[in-house]
């Protein structure tokens, strides 16, 4: 019964390029949830999503970043033309449906944007 | 946007002695309240949940308190152990959102 699966675990980007984070729900979930962990804060909800469709996505900054949770594959998250304010942990997490506050997080991506 | 605090950014604790690890939340409206573990370099893990029409919940080792008037949670935790040293994180759900909202978490150490 595999968990959250987010990969890479550790990605390095240089100012400018693009990064792309992936997530596999767990069996069964159909909702995905990202967050992100700067350096000693705590986790800041950044975009839910359903397959195909983006339920709400109030956290995302407005520019460079995108998600999307397509009908087949994993969740991608997107964030182009990285600089360093971007260096932080990205977690995603994913619940069945109906059960929206049961979130299960995946080890999360750590991003360092050099 | 502060809308859920721990003010205790750390806590020690001796084994076998009870951990209480608090939190403070502003929105009436959340549906259920959340804690969660966090070790270095892991996703946080789901430890236990409190629906806000309850006011104490318990699972084994682990107990938390919600006190609505107050605005205010508790996660207890007895008898501590070693293992039990990492992050914890409180964080309500709902409030016509659909997110989590994590304080800023309560590093607990748990010293044998």
């Known amino acids: 019964n595999a968990g959250v699966m987010q990969n890479p675990r550790h990605l390095v980007r240089r100012r400018g390029q693009e990064a792309r984070l992936r997530c596999s729900p767990m069996?069964?979930?159909?909702?995905v949830y990202w967050y992100r962990q700067l350096p000693e804060e705590g986790l800041k909800f950044m975009v839910y999503l359903q397959k195909e469709n983006i339920i709400d996505e109030s956290g995302m900054p407005k520019e460079r970043f995108s998600a999307e949770f397509p009908k087949e594959g994993p969740s991608i998250l997107r964030i182009q033309q990285v600089v360093r304010g971007d260096s932080a942990a990205y977690f995603c997490a994913s619940s069945p449906a109906g059960l929206a506050y049961e979130q299960y997080f995946g080890p999360g991506t750590r991003l360092t944007v050099t | 946007d502060q809308q859920v605090k721990q003010n205790s950014p750390s806590l020690s604790v001796q084994e076998g002695r009870i951990s209480i690890l608090n939190c403070d939340y502003t929105n009436s409206m959340f549906d259920y309240f959340l804690w969660y573990k966090k070790y270095p370099a892991e996703g946080p893990t789901f430890l236990i949940s409190?629906?806000?029409?309850?006011d104490k919940n318990e699972d084994g080792r682990f107990t938390v308190f919600l006190n609505k008037s107050a605005k205010h949670l508790s996660l207890h935790i007895v008898p501590s152990q070693p293992g039990d040293s990492a992050v914890y994180f409180c964080a309500p759900y709902g409030g016509a959102t659909n997110k989590l909202i994590f304080g800023t978490g309560t590093l607990l150490a748990v010293q044998p």
């Open positions: 409190i629906s806000s029409i309850k």
């Open positions: 069996k069964g979930h159909s909702h």
